[in-house]
């Protein structure tokens, strides 16, 4: 294929995702990730920033003038972002070089759905230049997953939030994404969303701790007060140390039993991605999971409600 009839062919796939409402963002051609971008204490305040810092992510389109007049400067590789696009895309891999038996990503995701007892529906799948495969979920309404590497299972990958994924079309060195079944994309499994979010459990602790489904007035105003200092947290002004803070001491409330951890979780990410720096999200989740053990390791005394009557105290 000519590299003109190349281009045109991207551009055409980089249209039709946006016509599906998905957000799609230039790669350079042949390859997979895209450009370095600058993080925002780095950032130059021009060009794209020239009005504040932006991300892949948040450049992602669906403007059909706005693809057009990228794609027809190069055959650029097409990157979709799930997040932004209503999606969650869970990327089955091979097995790593030098593994010489055991189940890759698509016999773990089978295994897994087996033995949660599914289902594992039929959706919009493709494959990859090295044989893996990329199921797309359309994400269930109000709910918002970050990206995970090994989470799920070993070989097997999520891009959400903070993520992307290439379209079919999008070509390497090694070959090309191609459409494997062309499914409209059916609602992401409960259970996989459950796996998504669920933290794995530690041989730290002997504790057993028992699940909140809804936290009571108090762990929720908790949580509401914790996560508002986060969110409100100007850039340079100590949000490492603000998010650690509130990761523990929800992480205190999940070990005394009134919280349930993947709500924690979940509000604290929320916290996060609100700031809009997606080149600090792994390294922000990575602080939630660090201080939300350590809280859970050391669990916060909460006195009983009934002896808190006429004390005006909730907790001691």
Not at 277 to 300: F, M
Request: aromatic content about 6%.
């Amino acid at each position: 294929m000519t590299s003109e009839a190349q281009r045109a062919a991207l551009e055409a796939v980089a249209l039709e995702m946006a016509g599906r409402g998905w957000a799609v963002f230039p790669i350079q051609p042949g390859r997979k990730w895209p450009p370095a971008w600058h993080r925002k204490e780095n950032c130059p305040g021009r060009g794209p920033c020239a009005t504040g810092h932006v991300t892949p992510e948040s450049l992602a389109t669906t403007d059909p003038e706005v693809i057009a007049r990228v794609w027809a400067r190069m055959p650029y590789n097409v990157a979709v972002f799930p997040g932004k696009s209503g999606l969650h895309v869970v990327d089955c891999d091979v097995r790593k070089p030098g593994e010489l038996d055991g189940p890759d990503g698509w016999a773990e995701l089978v295994e897994l759905a087996g033995r949660r007892g599914g289902p594992l529906p039929e959706t919009w799948t493709t494959t990859t230049p090295s044989a893996g495969r990329h199921l797309w979920y359309a994400v269930p309404p109000g709910c918002r997953l970050a990206s995970t590497v090994g989470h799920i299972a070993a070989h097997v990958d999520t891009r959400g939030w903070g993520g992307y994924a290439l379209a079919p079309g999008s070509v390497r060195d090694d070959g090309a994404y191609e459409l494997f079944d062309d499914t409209d994309p059916v609602p992401l499994p409960g259970w996989l969303v459950q796996a998504n979010v669920e933290r794995a459990p530690t041989a730290t602790s002997g504790r057993v701790r028992t699940a909140v489904a809804v936290p009571d007035a108090f762990a929720a105003k908790a949580v509401r007060e914790e996560c508002e200092k986060v969110a409100s947290t100007p850039y340079k002004q100590g949000r490492n140390k603000a998010l650690s803070r509130a990761a523990y001491a929800l992480g205190q409330l999940v070990g005394a039993g009134v919280l349930n951890e993947d709500i924690a979780r979940i509000k604290l990410r929320a916290a996060v991605n609100s700031w809009g720096d997606a080149a600090s999200i792994g390294k922000d989740y990575a602080v939630i999971e660090t201080s939300l053990a350590a809280g859970i390791d050391n669990p916060r005394r909460i006195t009983p409600r009934h002896s808190r009557r006429g004390t005006g105290k909730e907790a001691a």
